[in-house]
């Protein structure tokens, strides 16, 4: 049973426009969220997260919304860019996961197009 | 420069042969993790690792085994009890348990042929 869920396995999107990426998760339980980029043939890099006690987190062109009631977060990327074009995974972690505390639970990722 | 190395970053493996994959970190880390990927998958935990001799199951362990004999390394065996061991292997490590600020190497790949 997956505990983070992400529906869309692509998105494509004109550059300069905005790109919505978005997450849903089960488990009322996890406290932190964590989004993920990831190139082809390279390990995943971090690049934005949030606490349960947010609802939502700005880093540059990257937003992070959290709405906990929904259990549902989306990130958002403006202006998108070629170079964004990747795989980005939403990962979330909490205290209450079974034996595996502290460990990430991740979705099976969006890859992500940004076009010229 | 400080980070996780995985290597070889290519292998292959017949049936029936047990591999080890390796990484190590140079990032003073204390936890360190192994995940798998597969085509249209997320990332799976296969074992992690909180201390120096100390490691513990994650969700699809069955068919490997690990060790942390020092702080820096964290090698994955494949055994031949993993029935689908060809995936893609990544390995991440964190400051401390509850940090997640996980880094990653940058995977290995492996083939059963």
């Known amino acids: 049973d997956q505990q983070v869920k992400q529906n869309s396995p692509s998105l494509s999107v004109q550059e300069g426009r905005i790109s919505i990426l978005n997450c849903d998760y089960t488990?009322?339980?996890?406290?932190?969220f964590l989004w993920y980029k990831k190139y082809p043939a390279e390990g995943p890099t971090f690049l934005i997260s949030?606490?349960?006690?947010?609802d939502k987190n700005e880093d540059g062109r990257f937003t992070v919304f959290l709405n906990k009631s929904a259990k549902h977060l989306s990130l958002h990327i403006v202006p998108s860019q070629p170079g964004d074009s990747a795989v980005y995974f939403c990962?979330?972690?909490?205290?209450?996961?079974?034996?595996?505390?502290?460990?990430?639970?991740f979705g099976k990722g969006t890859k992500l197009s940004v076009k010229p | 420069d400080g980070g996780i190395t995985q290597s070889p970053k290519y292998l292959f493996r017949k049936e029936g042969q047990n591999v080890t994959l390796s990484c190590e970190q140079n990032?003073?880390?204390?936890?360190m993790y192994w995940y798998r990927q597969d085509p249209g998958q997320g990332l799976r935990l296969i074992y992690y690792?909180?201390?120096?001799?100390?490691?513990q199951k994650g969700d699809i362990a069955e068919g490997y085994s690990v060790s942390r004999e020092k702080k820096e390394s964290f090698p994955l065996t494949v055994t031949s009890a993993q029935k689908n061991p060809t995936a893609f292997y990544l390995c991440?490590?964190?400051?401390?348990?509850?940090?997640?600020?996980?880094?990653f190497g940058s995977g290995t790949r492996l083939t059963v042929v």
């Open positions: 488990n009322s339980m996890f406290d932190y």
């Open positions: 990962a979330a972690s909490g205290p209450a996961y079974g034996g595996s505390q502290g460990n990430l639970i």
């Open positions: 949030i606490s349960s006690i947010k």
């Open positions: 990032l003073n880390h204390d936890a």
């Open positions: 690792s909180q201390i120096v001799n100390d490691f």
């Open positions: 991440a490590s964190n400051r401390q348990v509850n940090n997640y600020g996980y880094t």
